[in-house]
């Protein structure tokens, strides 16, 4: 049973428009959400994170969305460049005392952006 | 600071044999965490240990181990390699408070070990 999803295996956008990748999640427990960036056979590199107690975080180019009520997060990335081309993957964690730190991560989205 | 470093980066094994991989995490970071990568299943989580205990452990077959020692550096070990045991195995580290409570969520990888089992 996979817990986070991302239903787009691959998204091609031109340079300097926006990139938007979905990603959607089941467990009512994850209250805190990443995105991480990752080229092949290298590590994930963190991109951004937003907690269950907001609907918004921007850090520069890169902003993610949370809508708890449809379990839906997505990033957004303005404009996007040719660098930014690599997989995305989004992340998420049930944060608890001492419980550990699980992440779940979805299937991951390959963003291939044009010149 | 120095990221998340991870020994060796290429591993080439045969069927049967035992492989031990060391993770050395970020200055100051107390959590280490393991993962699997594979064209197959994605990544998923192996284990996690916080103070040289294991907090979190996924689902995976006891064949699967690792340690924590007490400068925060990391072990894990496969024993009795199998084939679909090759894959990308990807350390991360974070940040937690004095009170083992996560005052980040925040993982951060290392580049990962390439097995390969033949």
């Known amino acids: 049973d996979q817990q986070v999803k991302q239903n787009s295996p691959s998204l091609s956008v031109q340079e300097g428009r926006i990139s938007i990748l979905n990603c959607d999640y089941t467990?009512?427990?994850?209250?805190?959400f990443l995105w991480y960036k990752k080229y092949p056979a290298e590590g994930p590199t963190f991109l951004i994170s937003?907690?269950?107690?907001?609907d918004k975080n921007e850090d520069g180019r890169f902003t993610v969305f949370l809508n708890k009520s449809a379990k839906h997060l997505s990033l957004h990335i303005v404009p996007s460049q040719p660098g930014d081309s690599a997989v995305y993957f989004c992340?998420?964690?049930?944060?608890?005392?001492?419980?550990?730190?699980?992440?779940?991560f979805g299937g991951g989205t390959r963003l291939m952006v044009k010149p | 600071k120095a990221g998340v470093t991870q020994t060796p980066r290429y591993l080439i094994k045969t069927r049967g044999q035992q492989v031990t991989l060391s993770c050395s995490p970020i200055?100051?970071?107390?959590?280490v965490s393991w993962y699997q990568q594979t064209p197959g299943q994605g990544l998923q989580f192996l284990f996690e240990?916080?103070?040289?205990?294991?907090?979190n452990k996924g689902n995976f077959p006891g064949r699967f181990s690792g340690r924590q020692f007490s400068n925060s550096r990391s072990e894990m070990n496969v024993s009795t390699l199998e084939l679909g045991d090759s894959a990308l195995y990807l350390c991360?580290?974070?940040?937690?408070?004095?009170?083992?409570?996560?005052?980040?969520?925040?993982?951060?990888f290392g580049p990962g070990t390439r097995l390969l089992v033949l």
């Open positions: 992340a998420a964690s049930a944060k608890s005392r001492n419980a550990g730190n699980m992440l779940t």
């Open positions: 200055s100051g970071h107390r959590s």
């Open positions: 240990y916080f103070s040289e205990t294991q907090r």
């Open positions: 937003i907690s269950s107690i907001k």
């Open positions: 467990n009512s427990m994850f209250d805190y």
């Open positions: 991360a580290s974070s940040l937690v408070s004095a009170t083992g409570f996560m005052d980040t969520e925040t993982q951060y």
